[in-house]
């Protein structure tokens, strides 16, 4: 059965950074593409930025477009979500979930069969 496990969460001040990783196991990572969400307290889950399962293509949503970069290593079975230039209203719940069914799962949460447990990031002063 198909796991991911997400790291790399934290505290960090406006502007800062962080890396997080997505670690998945129970199959080849090259047969799933990745999204990652978030989620942040009283409003529903977005979708952030997706991955193909070659790493050729990488989708973004606006908002972080430019500030986030999504990476894969499959020999690693480790998807990646570098976050430059950190804001408050970044502050959530960031969840990986890998998608079978497509090239690319996009930034809608339904095509999605397999999710972690998600790690808190909070951006703050």
């Known amino acids: 059965q198909l796991q991911l496990v997400e790291s790399g969460g934290g505290l960090v001040q406006p502007g800062g950074s962080l890396r997080l990783s997505c670690a998945v196991s129970?199959?080849?990572?090259?047969?799933?593409?990745i999204g990652w969400f978030r989620q942040a307290p009283g409003r529903e889950r977005e979708g952030v930025s997706s991955?193909?399962?070659?790493?050729?293509?990488?989708i973004y949503k606006d908002t972080v477009e430019g500030r986030f970069t999504i990476s894969r290593d499959n020999p690693k079975n480790t998807v990646y979500l570098q976050m430059n230039s950190l804001k408050p209203e970044d502050t959530a719940v960031y969840y990986c979930?890998?998608?079978?069914?497509?090239?690319?799962?996009?930034?809608?949460?339904?095509?999605?069969?397999?999710w972690g447990q998600g790690t808190q990031v909070t951006v703050s002063s």
């Open positions: 991955i193909s399962r070659s790493g050729a293509s990488r």
């Open positions: 979930a890998a998608s079978g069914g497509t090239v690319i799962g996009g930034l809608e949460d339904h095509v999605y069969d397999h």
């Open positions: 129970g199959s080849t990572l090259n047969a799933w593409s």
